[in-house]
């Protein structure tokens, strides 16, 4: 005989549709510079707050090399990993709502309101290309036009070696000893009919040798980059701190709401407990909203 579901059961499947309604995920071509972009679109029937930030977050780290593709499997397995690591969401700047498909209802567009999007999408389109073309020219000069001392180049890599050295070196709680490698590499690229080289053939360097760059990583918000620096060392998901789960906050709820009249109690009855709903009462909810001109779930 089948063990009946507990509540907590029939609440996961319920919150599991908003995992299911995710239809698809696609990307452009890939970028061939870090100059090039690359276009991600999801398509689903509804999305959790934050959903598209947190999984382009775990992406980008993953196309960022510092974390393996089954992550995402591991972090979708709520029964063994139940609780959020702590990692920031990507940033809000590339998010678009693309569009909205109403199966049954057709919108209306006059010329004149088009006509009027269009003159503002072409002067913003505009300003931000002018802007990026500036920006780059700047880049251009500075890398063509500008020398440094090559023991400039030296110190600077190898002061940033020594202070990721000391972060591995506190979070591990092993002495890490300096191999060589950061001095062999630099030695190898040594330029050597002169003790000056351009600053595009620094920045070469210090990316090939380091694995750094000057810009911050892809996907980052303006808050993340105050706090990441060129010695900044990355921390495996799985191995960060994690937050409270769905059945630690409910109890947190339920145990510090003694007092009958707490507010915080009363919420969670008014939202959760009474508004739960049976397999079937999901199932007629679903049917109803596919019938509106829904996609299938």
Same mark, same amino acid.
């Given at each position: 005989?089948?063990?009946?579901?507990?509540?907590?059961?029939?609440?996961?499947?319920?919150?599991?549709?908003?995992?299911?309604?995710?239809?698809?995920?696609?990307?452009?071509?890939?970028?061939?510079?870090?100059?090039?972009?690359?276009?991600?679109?999801? $398509?689903?029937?509804?999305?959790?707050?934050?959903?598209i930030?947190?999984?382009?977050?775990?992406?980008?780290?993953?196309?960022?090399g510092? !974390?393996?593709?089954?992550? $995402?499997?591991?972090?979708?397995d709520?029964?063994?990993?139940p609780?959020?690591?702590?990692?920031?969401?990507?940033s809000?700047?590339?998010?678009?709502?693309?569009?909205c498909?109403?199966?049954q209802?057709?919108?209306g567009?006059t010329?004149?309101?088009?006509?009027?999007?269009?003159?503002?999408?072409?002067?913003?389109? !505009?300003?931000?290309?002018?802007?990026?073309?500036?920006?780059?020219?700047?880049?251009?000069?500075?890398?063509?036009?500008? !020398?440094v001392?090559?023991?400039?180049?030296?110190?600077?890599?190898?002061?940033?070696?020594?202070?990721r050295?000391?972060?591995?070196?506190?979070?591990?709680?092993?002495?890490?000893h300096?191999?060589?490698?950061?001095?062999?590499?630099?030695?190898a690229?040594?330029?050597?009919?002169?003790?000056?080289?351009?600053?595009?053939?620094?920045?070469?360097?210090?990316?090939?040798?380091?694995? $750094?760059?000057?810009?911050?990583?892809?996907?980052?918000?303006?808050?993340?980059?105050?706090?990441?620096?060129?010695?900044?060392?990355?921390?495996?998901?799985?191995?960060?701190?994690?937050?409270?789960?769905?059945?630690?906050?409910v109890?947190?709820?339920l145990?510090?709401?003694?007092?009958?009249?707490?507010?915080?109690?009363?919420r969670?009855? !008014?939202?959760?407990?009474?508004?739960?709903?049976t397999?079937?009462?999901?199932?007629?909810?679903y049917?109803?909203?596919?019938?509106?001109?829904?996609?299938?779930?």
């Amino acid at each position: 005989s089948s063990k009946p579901k507990s509540q907590d059961e029939k609440d996961d499947e319920s919150n599991r549709h908003y995992l299911e309604d995710v239809h698809g995920i696609g990307a452009s071509v890939l970028p061939k510079s870090v100059r090039d972009m690359c276009h991600i679109e999801i $398509v689903g029937q509804a999305f959790l707050w934050h959903q598209i930030r947190c999984i382009m977050s775990i992406l980008f780290h993953i196309g960022r090399g510092q !974390e393996k593709s089954e992550v $995402v499997k591991e972090l979708l397995d709520v029964k063994t990993n139940p609780a959020k690591p702590s990692y920031d969401l990507a940033s809000e700047a590339a998010l678009v709502l693309q569009d909205c498909t109403f199966g049954q209802l057709q919108l209306g567009r006059t010329v004149r309101n088009l006509w009027d999007v269009q003159k503002t999408l072409e002067q913003r389109w !505009e300003r931000h290309a002018i802007a990026s073309e500036r920006a780059k020219n700047a880049l251009d000069s500075m890398k063509d036009e500008t !020398e440094v001392r090559w023991t400039d180049v030296v110190d600077f890599v190898e002061q940033i070696d020594k202070e990721r050295r000391r972060k591995i070196q506190k979070r591990s709680k092993q002495l890490v000893h300096d191999d060589g490698e950061v001095k062999r590499a630099l030695t190898a690229k040594c330029p050597q009919q002169t003790s000056t080289l351009t600053w595009g053939a620094a920045v070469e360097i210090i990316q090939n040798v380091l694995g $750094v760059f000057p810009f911050p990583p892809n996907g980052s918000s303006e808050s993340q980059q105050k706090g990441l620096t060129e010695s900044s060392i990355h921390v495996p998901l799985m191995d960060r701190a994690k937050g409270t789960t769905y059945e630690e906050k409910v109890q947190s709820i339920l145990e510090s709401s003694k007092d009958k009249s707490s507010k915080r109690k009363m919420r969670y009855e !008014e939202n959760i407990v009474k508004k739960r709903k049976t397999a079937e009462e999901d199932k007629a909810f679903y049917d109803h909203k596919l019938q509106q001109g829904g996609s299938s779930v």
